[in-house]
């Protein structure tokens, strides 16, 4: 059976080591959810216990779905869809598990279409740091300068434009051609520039303040949506629930240890959104900005860090190009379920990139309108808990919040009472087996019911 199943998975590609594979798999993980999501959701969550409940959430639920994620991608050997046909087959279970990978399909394909309007973002932040424009700007012009960009549909459209263009060029050449070199640079050059803001930070004078907004926790802070959103925010940090694990897995070689490597790409991508988090709120605090300010933070508050940094300008276009390539990066690996999954059904890579893309890009029109011509439009108000969120935020909130808690619940559903604990074992070697196996029985699924149900009371 084990044969059948490796073989059914054959993958064309394999990733040429566990260094390719743990970088392709940071470079999913760490993208905007680290640094642009993280910061303006512990903004907006009151810090401290927020933070916790989020550590907390990866630690004891994140990392070991995100094993379970590569394991089932890596004995599939498919696209997550393929991977759920074939496993569920193995296994002599219901073909209506194949449901976890159309779910996981499309909360990926959903959080792209407006992944790819925030990232274009950051190429209008490239050209004035390049022209210069960011030098000395203070908090007010820096908040002006981000209320342009969104007020200005045709502008965001453009870079949202080149942005998808810039995934389906990758996608549609396969993942490892370019990926693999590419991203074995630019993460570790990002990770030292973030270094190098938070040494910044430190100078301002607002540092103690910050640290403590950001670990001392104060729980009477702290209400039951808020537990949600880190937990939500955990599987989108760690690209988990969304089929991008499972699906990069699936070039994963056998020999590679998927309980280390797990933990490595965890600790990697927390490590990242820690920096972010300790390069921009001190520089918050310094001028007076607004902790949950929102979605704009980094983009309101980074600038004015720059500004009255030495080389400022040099290293705010250094910042954001390497945003740009850590988006890029988590980007191509959330079209990557699609496209390995049409490519199996016999349409070409090429085109499967081109018209996921598409629709992927149409789609994120609505998002982008909804932060300037249909802010006021929210079509859920009627509902108290969307009461004012556009479109955008509710895309937003579906897949964060709703889809990739019961797509993560699905799946330890699936890999601890589903699969034989054999054919887990194989995968994930017998040291941390017994561990890991209670953890995805027991504890994750009923820890996501808990905060699933705390919510709707
Ligand atoms: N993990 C990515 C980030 O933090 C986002 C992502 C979500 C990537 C789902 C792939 C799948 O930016």
Known sequence: MVNSVQKAGASPAQWSSRFAFIMAAVGSAV????????????????GGAFVLVYLGCIAIIGIPIMMAEVMLGR?????????????????GRSRGWVGIGILATLASFLILSFYSVIAGWTMPYIMSAASGELSN?????SGALFEGLLASPGQLLLWHSVFMGLTVLVSAGGVRHGLERAV???????????????????????FGEAVSFLFRPDFSSLTAEAVLVALGHAFFTLSLA????????????????????????????????????????????AHGLAAGEGPGLIFVTLPVAFGQMPGGSFFALLFFVLLLFAAWSSSI?????????????????????????????????????????????????????????????????????IMMPLCAFLTAVFAGWVMKPEHSAAELGQRWHGVWYAVMRYFTPIAVLIVFYTNLG
């Open 242 to 285: 969304s089929g991008a694990m499972m699906a990069y897995g699936a070039y994963l070689n056998k020999k590679v240890s998927i309980v280390r490597t797990s933990f490595t790409v965890a600790i990697l991508d927390t490590c990242v959104a820690m920096l972010a988090g300790l390069a921009i709120f001190p520089v918050v605090f």
């Open 75 to 91: 004995r599939g050997g498919k696209s997550p869809i393929g991977t759920m046909q074939v496993l569920s087959r193995a296994e």
């Open 31 to 46: 993208g905007l959810g680290n640094i642009w999501k993280f910061p303006y959701i512990t903004g907006e969550n009151g």
């Open 184 to 206: 074995t640079k630019l993460m570790p050059a990002l990770f030292v520039l973030l270094l190098i803001l938070v040494g910044y930070a430190t100078t301002t004078g607002h």
């Open 333 to 401: 690996s959330m079209l990557e379920s699609l496209v390995s999954h049409l490519h199996e059904r016999g349409i070409s890579r090429v085109k499967a990139a081109i018209g996921g893309g598409l629709v992927a890009w149409l789609i994120g029109i609505t998002t982008l309108l909804s932060l300037n011509v249909w802010s006021d439009f929210a079509p859920l108000s009627m509902f108290e808990r969307f009461e004012g969120k556009t479109l955008f935020d509710l895309y937003d909130y579906f897949t964060a919040n």
């Open 137 to 141: 700007i203070s908090a007010e012009t």
